[in-house]
């Protein structure tokens, strides 16, 4: 079975995110100033096969915890969903 | 009111995803092999103050179409929802 993987890392919450500072600077200077507060972190799309979607799920967090996610300073989440092969003619 | 936009910067299709590519070699050596595509894109969330939520939409719109993707080579997506204000003592 194919399955998709979204998977957000953000920085913790406890940390300094300079780079959303940096970003929140930017939008004041385009002159969008409604923006109170800006978090930056990468968003990752995987595409892998699995026996199941529990199977899916601990390939995932296995990725996570040893490759995509530095879990002393960021958090991760994700969320699975089986892609349904096209009908082949 | 305030709101909360999880925006979602992702490199086009067409595009050639070395990052993408240099996690996908990395989980190999982790021999975590079931994964057949990766690809990475930015995670970003904005707290925004708005009158409601057409406006933050709007707001979001703009930001991202000026500074948080480089719509050329990027594609984005955002969802928003109301941040419920916690009731004061």
Request: net charge negative; hydrophobic share 45%; with cysteine.
């Amino acid at each position: 079975m194919k399955f998709v993987a979204e998977i957000n890392v953000m920085p913790k919450k406890e940390l300094l995110d300079p780079q959303g500072k940096a970003v929140k600077m930017g939008l004041k200077h385009l002159h969008i100033d409604n923006v109170k507060d800006v978090r930056i972190g990468k968003h990752i799309v995987l595409t892998l096969e699995a026996a199941s979607s529990q199977e899916a799920r601990e390939i995932v967090d296995n990725a996570c915890q040893k490759l995509l996610a530095n879990v002393i300073m960021e958090d991760y989440s994700f969320e699975i969903r089986e892609l349904q092969e096209s009908l082949k003619q």
